[in-house]
């Protein structure tokens, strides 16, 4: 019998697979049935799983022992690898809604003045309705625009306003857990905050940051006005940002905000270093308000080096830009998408680049930026008064915060190719297919599947079901790995081509292609579903590592749509659903359009609020302080999508 894997000693063979990456161990189980039994024990699954995946929601359930490590690979490699083909598992209408939010798998979306909140990844067959009129004692007849914020950590923020009144918008802001005590434990937060041309919440349990842009197309005053609440305690301060570094409006371009581990991010790309030199350099600049203080006082200042300017002009309209968590590490990542001309060139390429976010370690590579940082303790907080300690309003002195623009005194590292994904490899042109902006309705970059999604509209015919002239279609694109080790080197060289910033990734990477789903001849009823409204000028569009739910809003403006997900994790499994079956009976998709409520009106507010900052008071109401809680504004029911079943599994 010749040598193989099975006639070594099994702590040998153990030795040899323990350094295996998740997707060649599993390759290598799923190819040799023997070699799964041999490694059935679970020993190298457990090495495997906690060094690969250690802070996966699949390692959680193995250390709790609701599964095991070898199903927690299995369970990752499968819902990745459908990821990655354009393969999901299952497609179904979850409800209809006006506005939606999705986030750490929960979905929240609004019909009419309701809000109705589920848990995709559990499949749940109950839901969390709470009624927004009746909580906040709005009179059944009037007119009100309601806006979804944010989601995290179980809770909810919702922003309203009045369309007879020009007041100043309210926050409110839920406890969204099953089990919470009453309806008065929910309500944590009920304030107004100003009305301004941009706003964004961001909130974690214990600390919630709105923020009101305050320029406008007239005004130098560019700048983001900060009001920081503790929803525990009480308290609120309120800040502006220095407006040399975040003037920016753009969130999701080139300027972001997030809360994570009780810090406040926020992050913009847009500063330049040496801009007078022949080659300037670009950074993201940030700043981080430790929120455990309660308080936005201490802050930490940073930046990391983006790109070089020969790298080639950018096309400001694809740029996507947001910081989200490694699902492997949990670490903090900066996802950026640019389409370049790169080294000036006629041809635009695009090219999604991650940078991970390691504060011990960021500033030490410019020691001279290092000592800038003692500048911020100058920022003098100014206390009133009359401020009491349940209710104090700090305004700080941000006349002496860190220079983000000081110069470049040490050169910037290369590029490692982990870093950054081309969207296409080495491809003719006559493979190539792209859409055009007006057609790409989405974009998300996956870092822990190597792979970007796109929803985009086609327009190619369809085998089996010619009456649709457009369609959404899913775009992925991915990569695979083929080598170790990834070469670090620093950027010396005068060279005026991006040769010398990135590495190269030949040797590394190959093409994992790029696939569209469903394809040309998929059965006309998931079309028909996936295209069960009028495709108009937006879709509204959000996505993690396991599924994309998107909503298409209907030419009706009085009438909700459907929201729909398309899932790609085999253990969500939604029961009831039908096998997609080519031959079976046509799907009467019409009866979803006849399941909404015709008289349903648009509450959104989808469009931005343009109304200039108002200047007046505002009075934070904590805890349901001067809020109507009578009658049982909060309930559990059944979920929406057991009432319909509209939807399809589409794997075995």
């Known amino acids: 019998m010749p040598p193989n894997l099975l006639s070594l000693p099994l702590e040998m063979l153990h030795s040899v697979t323990r350094y295996l990456e998740l997707e060649d161990f599993c390759n290598l189980v799923q190819a040799r049935a023997a070699l799964g039994i041999a490694l ?5 699954s457990k090495e495997i799983a906690t060094r690969c995946i250690p802070q996966s929601r699949e390692v959680h359930l193995a250390r709790r022992g609701l599964i095991s490590y070898k199903e927690a690979l299995f369970r990752t490699f499968n819902r990745r690898k459908a990821y990655r083909t354009a393969q999901p598992f299952s497609v179904l209408v979850l409800g209809e809604g006006s506005d939606f939010l999705y986030r750490d798998g929960v979905l929240a979306y609004l019909n009419r003045s309701t809000v109705h909140i589920i848990d995709v990844h559990e499949c749940s067959d109950t839901e969390l309705v709470l009624d927004l009129r ?46 919470a005590a009453s309806e008065d434990r929910r309500l944590l937060l009920h304030t107004q905050i100003p009305t301004g041309q941009k706003q964004f919440v961001r909130h974690d349990s214990k600390h919630l940051i709105s923020g009101t842009y305050t320029g406008t197309e007239d005004s130098e005053d560019d700048t983001w ?6 929803l525990v305690k009480g308290r609120t301060s309120r800040q502006q940002f220095p407006p040399e570094s975040f003037s920016s409006a753009d969130i999701g371009s080139n300027i972001v905000f997030e809360i994570f581990d009780e810090y406040f991010y926020a992050i913009t790309s847009q500063i330049t270093v040496d801009a007078e030199s022949p080659d300037p350099s670009s950074y993201y600049g940030g700043c981080r308000y430790c929120l455990s203080g309660g308080s ?43 389409r370049e001309w790169q080294d000036g060139f006629s041809k635009q390429k695009r090219t999604f680049y991650t940078e991970p976010v390691n504060l011990t370690t960021i500033c030490e590579f410019d ?7 003692d500048l911020k303790k100058a920022a003098v907080p100014l206390q009133s008064a009359d401020d009491d300690e349940e209710d104090c309003t700090v305004e700080s002195s941000l006349a002496a915060v860190p220079d983000l623009m000081i110069p470049e005194l040490s050169s910037p590292h290369k590029r490692s190719a982990r870093h950054f994904q081309p969207e296409y490899y080495d491809l003719s042109p006559a493979e190539i297919r792209e859409f055009s902006l007006a057609n790409t309705k989405y974009r998300n970059y996956n870092y822990s599947t190597s792979a970007f999604l796109e929803i985009v509209v086609d327009r190619q015919k369809l085998n089996n079901c010619p009456d649709l002239s457009k369609y959404i279609c899913l775009r992925i694109g991915s990569r695979i790995s083929n080598s170790f080790e990834l070469p670090h080197g620093s950027l010396n060289d005068t060279s005026t081509t991006t040769e010398n910033v990135l590495v190269q990734h030949d040797q590394m990477y190959c093409d994992g292609g790029i696939r569209l789903w469903p394809p040309v001849d998929a059965p006309a009823k998931l079309h028909k579903l996936l295209n069960c409204t009028p495709i108009i000028s937006k879709l509204h569009a959000l996505s993690d590592e396991r599924s994309v739910i998107y909503m298409a809003p209907s030419s009706d403006r009085k009438r909700n749509a459907p929201i729909i997900l398309i899932n790609f994790d085999p253990k969500i499994q939604f029961q009831g659903l039908p096998r997609l079956d080519p031959e079976g009976d046509e799907m009467d998709v019409t009866s979803i359009e006849y399941c909404l ?19 007046r008071e505002m009075a934070p109401a904590f805890m349901g302080e001067g809020t ?17 079943k509209y939807g399809f599994e589409l794997q075995p």
Do not use: C
């Open 367 to 373: 020691s001279a930026y290092k000592e800038h940082l």
């Open 296 to 338: 936005l006082q201490d802050a930490d200042y940073w930046r990391i080096w983006r790109r070089q300017q020969r790298e080639g002009p950018i096309h400001d309209l694809w740029t996507d830009f947001s910081m989200r968590r490694d699902e492997n590490s949990r670490d903090l990542v900066l996802n950026e998408t640019r």
């Open 597 to 615: 409520d015709e008289g349903a009106p648009v509450l959104s507010g989808l469009s931005t609020n343009t109304s200039a900052h108002s200047g």
């Open 225 to 230: 006005k900060l009001s920081y609440y503790n």
């Open 134 to 179: 009746q909580v906040l004692g709005l009179d059944s007849e009037g007119q009100y625009i309601f806006r979804l914020m944010h989601y995290q950590d179980h809770v909810l923020s919702v922003l309203w306003n009045s369309q007879t009144n020009d007041s100043l918008d309210h926050l409110v802001v839920f406890e969204t857990t099953l089990i």
């Open 628 to 644: 109507d809680t009578s009658g049982s504004w909060a309930r559990i029911q059944r979920a929406e999508w057991l009432e319909n």
């Open 40 to 44: 059935g024990s679970g020993r190298t």
